[in-house]
């Protein structure tokens, strides 16, 4: 059974940092490309960051000078770091999976997600 746990998300001031966490279960990450998506109140789930393997990063380009994503085949895990944080990054962060994705910011192509980590960040 495939399992994605999100975690790292909290409470925090704008300017502040946090790092995002993914760690999967049930599957050999080393074949799947890793998504990391987030939804605000009443938004639609939006594209942040992709990482495949071999490693190839996409970025929204909304936070691509904030935001860096990576990952550790040998720790089954993935990673979302965010920087500069503000309001508007407020959101439920999902972590996503996917094999033989051709359109990285595409919900559509990743098969697994996880229950998302709440990010709230105050003026």
Do not use: H, M
């Not at 909290?10 to 998504?35: H, M, N, P």
């Not at 770091?81 to 595409?106: H, K, R």
């Amino acid at each position: 059974q495939v399992r994605l746990v999100e975690s790292g998300g909290g409470l925090v001031q704008a300017g502040d940092s946090l790092k995002l966490s993914c760690e999967a279960s049930g599957l050999i990450v080393d074949r799947y490309t890793f998504g990391w998506f987030r939804q605000a109140p009443g938004k639609e789930r939006e594209f942040v960051s992709a990482i495949s393997s071999p490693t190839n990063i996409y970025t929204a380009d909304s936070v691509k000078d904030r935001f860096t994503c990576s990952r550790d085949n040998a720790r089954n895990t993935a990673y979302l770091q965010l920087t500069s944080l503000g309001p508007d990054d407020t959101a439920v962060y999902y972590c996503a999976v996917g094999e033989n994705i051709g359109i990285p910011f595409s919900r559509n192509e990743y098969s697994y997600w996880g229950q998302g980590t709440q990010v709230t960040v105050s003026s």
